[in-house]
DNA sequence: CGCGGCTTTGATGTTCATCAAGTAAAGTGG
DNA sequence: CCACTTTACTTGATGAACATCAAAGCCGCG
C-alpha cells in the first residue's frame, strides 16, 4: 500500500520500521554493516533514480512513494515495465547480472531511497546462507510477476486492460476505490500497451456506463464488482 | 546450440563435460554430493518434463534435446514462453520462490535431463557464497531475458515476429540457415502470440518472396540479411 | 496573455483474428 | 500393408479491433 511516512533519514537500519523482510535474517552486526554502507535520500517527483545504460554501484530500495521502470523500445516509444511501490526493491533484476543498468527508473511522486552499497550486498550475499536464499526467492517472485503480468496485459482487449489498470491502482497501490492517478494518459498508454487516445476513449465509455467518475486525475470507481468482471472476461 | 550428444547416463558429476558452469565454483566434495542426489533419465519426444502445479521436488537441468515451456492462459489458449537448449535450467523461475511448478514443461524432441533434489541445490546455496551469487546471476539473466523477449514480440508486427523466430531458430537452436522445426504451426504460433492460419500466411509470403525456402517442418533461410531487416523494422 | 503540452472526440484506414472449406499428412485398427 | 480416421496444414473471404490522423478545447507556465 502507497503510504506517506515521515521518517527520520539519518537512523540505523537496526529499528528501522521501513525495512523489508528480506533483512530479517540478518544479525545486528550485519545490520549495521548495511547501515554504514548505504545512503537515504529524498527524491522529487519527476527525478530520475537510475538511469539506463548508467553502471549499476547501488541496490535500491524504495523507502516511501512511487517510482516508475521504464525501457525505451527500438521505435523510441517508451513503455512502463513495471511501478514499484514502498518496501519494493529498485532495479532489482539487473542488479545481480548486469553492469549497467536495464530500465530507467523516475520518481512519480516525491520519494525516499535507500542506495546500500552494491558490493557491500554481495558480500552479505556470500557470507549469510539463509539471507542468500532469501534474495533468490524475492528475484525470484519479481521476476515471475512481472512475466505474468506482461502476459495478462497482452492476452487482454483495451477494455480489460483499463479494468485491470483501475483495480490494481485501487487495490495493490491505493488500498481504496477512491484515489488520483499519479500518471498521466500517455504514462497509463505506456504500462498497458495502448494509445492515449484509446485509454481515454475507454475512460469515457466506463464513465458513461457509469462504471467509474472521471475528473482529470481524480478516479472513483462505482461499480467494483463489474469492473473486475470486464478485466476477468476482456 | 542444440547438438546430439550420446552421454553416459551413470557417470558422476565431476568430469561430467554436459555440466553447466554454473557448478564450475562447487569443489570435489560438493559436487559427489550433487551427484549422490541427482538422477538423470532420458525424456521421449512429446512427453511432460514437468507439470503446472505439480509440487516442486526438483532442480531439473537439461543434457540433451529440447524442451518447451508452456503456460495456460485464462481463455485456455497455451502459450510458449521459452524453449530451453542443453544446458539450460528448467523451471528455474518458480524453483525457488514457489512450491509448485508455473509451467508445464514438455520434451520437443527425444532429450535428457539431470534432476537434481531441490532441497540439495538449496543446502549448497546456503553453504557456498560464490554458489548463491552465481545462481543469482544466472536467474536474473533467464528473467531478463524472457521479460526482454516477451516485450520485443509485443512490439513487432506479425511479418517481424515470424522473422524473428526463424532468425533465432538459425542462429541460437541450429546454427545453420537450414533446419528443421522441431515445432508445428500451431505451436510457432503460440511462441509468438499469433494464429495458426497467420503463420502459414507469412511463411508462404516469405517463400513467395524468395526469403525462405519451406518444405513442411524443413526450413532454409535463403536471404538472412532481409530477414533480419524484417525482424528490426516490424 | 499567449504558447506548448496534455486531453478529448470524431473520422478513416490497416492489421489481424475469425470463419469456412479443402488438401495433405500422420496415426490407427483390421 | 491398406483403408479409415483424425490431425495438421493451407488459402480465401469477411469483419472486428485497434492505430493513426486531424482538429478543437483545456490547463499550466513563463
Redesign the interface.
Known amino acids: 500500500m502507497y503510504k506517506t511516512y515521515i521518517m527520520d533519514l539519518s537512523q540505523s537500519c537496526k529499528n528501522c520500521q521501513f525495512r523489508s523482510h528480506l533483512f530479517d535474517k540478518l544479525n545486528q552486526e550485519e545490520l549495521d554493516f548495511i547501515h554504514r554502507n548505504k545512503q537515504t535520500t529524498a527524491v522529487k517527483k519527476g527525478a530520475i533514480v537510475n538511469k539506463s545504460g548508467d553502471p549499476i554501484r547501488e541496490f535500491v530500495y524504495l523507502v516511501e512513494g512511487l517510482v516508475k521502470f521504464q525501457?525505451i523500445?527500438?521505435?523510441g516509444?517508451e513503455?512502463i515495465?513495471s511501478i514499484a511501490r514502498p518496501l519494493d526493491f529498485v532495479g532489482l533484476?539487473?542488479?545481480?547480472?548486469?553492469d549497467s543498468y536495464?530500465y530507467t527508473v523516475t520518481a512519480l511522486v516525491d520519494s525516499v531511497v535507500c542506495r546500500i552499497d552494491i558490493e557491500s550486498m554481495?558480500k552479505m550475499?556470500?557470507?549469510n546462507?539463509?539471507f542468500?536464499?532469501d534474495?533468490?526467492?524475492?528475484?525470484?517472485?519479481i521476476?515471475?510477476e512481472?512475466?505474468r503480468h506482461?502476459?495478462a496485459i497482452?492476452?487482454k482487449n483495451l477494455r480489460g486492460r483499463i479494468a485491470m489498470l483501475l483495480v490494481d491502482f485501487a487495490d495493490k497501490y491505493f488500498g481504496s476505490t477512491s484515489f488520483d492517478l499519479p500518471i498521466s494518459r500517455k504514462e497509463m498508454a505506456e504500462m498497458i500497451?495502448m494509445t492515449p487516445e484509446n485509454v481515454i476513449r475507454i475512460l469515457s465509455e466506463f464513465r458513461r456506463d457509469g462504471i467509474v467518475n472521471v475528473r482529470g486525475k481524480h478516479i472513483e470507481i462505482l461499480n467494483m464488482s463489474l469492473l473486475s468482471k470486464i478485466r476477468?472476461l476482456g
Open positions: 525501457k523500445g527500438k521505435n516509444k513503455q515495465v533484476l539487473s542488479v545481480f547480472s548486469k536495464e554481495r550475499v556470500q557470507m546462507g539463509q542468500s536464499l534474495i533468490l526467492k524475492y528475484i525470484s517472485n521476476s515471475d512481472i512475466i506482461t502476459y497482452n492476452s500497451d476477468d
